[in-house]
C-alpha cells in the first residue's frame, strides 16, 4: 500500500467525522467553567468586604472546576434569571441553590441533591408572630423565585386569609421585615440565621422552623446533555464520600450536617 | 447555541392568570394617568401662580421626578417611607410611585404646551369679562390639554410599561409580577415572557390607536 495513502487515510480517521463533541467536551477544551451563582443568599453566595464572591456554592463550582481540571469563573445570576443564562450559554452549570422540583425539570437536568436546606421563620419582634402558625392571617412574604416562596404563597392560599408578597432579593424581605412591612418571613434557617447575626436588620428575631418539606437542592445544567449530568452526579457523590462536603459544611453554615438521601427509594 | 424547546402549551395554559394580570396592570396605569394628569395641572398652576413657594415646590417635584430613574421612585414610596413607618401597600407603592413620575413629566409636558398658546388668548379672554380662573379654565387649559394630548399618549403607555417594576416592592398581581411567579414556578421563561411582551404590546396598542380615535374625534375644526 503506498505510504502516502496509509498517511492520509489516518489523517481521515483522526479528523473527518469526530465523535460529537458534548458540553462536557467543550468545558474541558475551553479551559473554563462558567458557573451561575446566585451572590445574594448568605452563607451560599455572597460577597466580600474586597467585593470578591464567596459562600459554600462558590466553593463547591472551584472545586468542580479543579476536579474537571479548568478555571472556575463565578457568573453572578440573580435567582430569577437562572433559566435564561443556561439557556443563552452564558453559563455551562447551574452551582445556585436550586430547588429540584418535578416541575423545573420539564426544563432543565437536575443531578442527585448536593445541599438541602430546612425552612425558619423569621418574624418582626412587634408582629406577635411566635411560630409558623401564628403567620395565619398576617402579611408574609420570601424571596420570589424560590423553593419557600412557592411553599408559603400555597399555604397563605390554603389559609384563605392574610397576603404574601414576594421581593426580589433576600436583602429586600430582610428589609421590609425590619421595618415592619412585613410580619413574619419564611427562609432557609441557614439564611435566617446568618441575616439576623448581621445586625443589618434590627428587630427581627428566628422563632421557629416551618413545616416545610426538606429543600433538596440539586446542581442543573441543559437537559439533555447527560455525559455532564453524569459527571456532576459523580461529583457530587465524591464531595459527600471524601469528606469535603462536611468540611465546606463546617466552613460555612456549622451545625448538623444535613444527610442528602432518602431512605426507602433510590436515588 | 441555543438549547431550548419551546413548549407553547404550557405557558398557554397560564394565559388567564395572565390577563388577570395584564388588567391589575391597567388599573394602576389609568388610575396613575388620572391622578397625574390632576397633579401635572396642579403643579402647572402653581408655576403660574407667581407664588415663589409654591412654584419652587413645583420645580423641585419636576426635577426629582424627572432625573432620577423610575425604579428609584417606586422604591422609595416602599422602602424609603417604610423606614419613617409609613407602610404603603405593594400596590399603592407602584401606583404612587408611578403616579409622581406622571406628574413630573406631564408638568413639563403642560408648561411647554402653555407656551405654544399665544398670551393674546388670555387677553382676549379676559377682555370678554372672564375672570382670571374662567381665563385659564375655560379658554387655556382647553388647548393646553389639547397640544399636551398626544404626550400624554406617551405618558400613559410609559405608566404601562412602568407597572413592570412593581416586582421590585413585592407586586405580585400585575402582570409582570404574575409571569414572574409562573416563571420560578415552571422555568418555562421564554414563552411566558414572550407571551408577556405580546400582551403588553397589544395593550399599548389599543392605547395608542384608541387615543388616536378620541384625538380625531375631540379636535374637529
Redesign the interface.
Known sequence: MNHKFVVGLLAAAAFAAPAQADKLDDIIASGTLRCAVVLDFPPMGMRDENNNPIGFDVDYCNDLAAALGVKAEIVETPFPERIPALMSGRVDVGVASTSDTLERAKTVGMTIPYFAFEMAVTANDKSGVKSFEDMKGKTVGATAGTFEAIALEKQVQEWGEGTFRPYQTQADVFLALSQGQLDATVSTSTVAQSNVKTGNFPGISVVGKAPFDIDYVALFTDRHEYGLLNYLNLFVNQQVRTGRYAELYEKWVGGDLPDLTVSGVYR | ????TF?WK?AFARLPQMLDGAAVTMQIAILSMVLGILLAITLTMFRLSGSRILSAIARTWVEVARNTPALFQIYMM??GL??F?L?LS?FLSILLGITFNNAGYLAENFRGALKAIPETQTRAARSLGFGAAGAFGYVVLPQMLRIAFLPMTNQMVWAILMTSLG??????ADLY?VV??L????????ELFALAAVIFYLITKIITIGARLIAARLFRY
Open positions: 447555541m441555543f438549547n431550548y413548549q404550557q416602599h422602602f417604610g423606614s413607618g407602610h405593594p416586582v421590585t416592592v413585592g407586586m405580585n409580577g414572574q411567579d416563571n420560578a414556578l415552571t422555568f418555562r421563561t421564554f
